[in-house]
């Protein structure tokens, strides 16, 4: 099995940063995308960053309504994906997810999500 492990959230005010790590471990070959989801009371979880491995690179897409402010990026040696968050607003706060989506020793997929760490953007 292969389990995520996520740091970094935590209480800051609006205008602030804070920086998300998740690191996978297990039975890892490789990992082909990484990403982050995030969840507010009472709305559906949604897409706020992923970076696709690519032979020619990484591929990055970001929400718009993060787009400019949030950084993703990626330490394959280490398996971790990290979330820069800056200019922080009120309506970042939420429970922010890892995902990963890659395969395992022995051939099999495998698609974890991590535990999930509360961000929360308040004055």
């Known amino acids: 099995q292969v389990q995520l492990v996520e740091s970094g959230g935590g209480l800051v005010q609006p205008g602030g940063s804070l920086r998300l790590s998740c690191a996978a471990s297990g039975s890892i070959l490789s990992i082909n995308t990484m990403g982050w989801y995030r969840q507010a009371p009472g709305k559906q979880r949604e897409s706020v960053a992923d970076?696709?491995?690519?032979?020619?690179?990484?591929?990055?897409t970001y929400a718009g309504s993060v787009k400019g402010r949030f950084t993703i990026s990626r330490d394959n040696a280490k398996n971790t994906v990290y979330l820069q968050m800056n200019s922080l607003k009120s309506e970042d706060t939420a429970v922010y997810y890892c995902?990963?989506?890659?395969?395992?020793?022995?051939?099999?997929?495998?698609?974890?999500w991590g535990q999930g760490t509360q961000v929360t953007v308040s004055s």
């Open positions: 995902n990963m989506v890659g395969l395992q020793i022995g051939g099999f997929n495998f698609d974890s």
């Open positions: 970076t696709i491995r690519g032979s020619g690179g990484s591929i990055i």
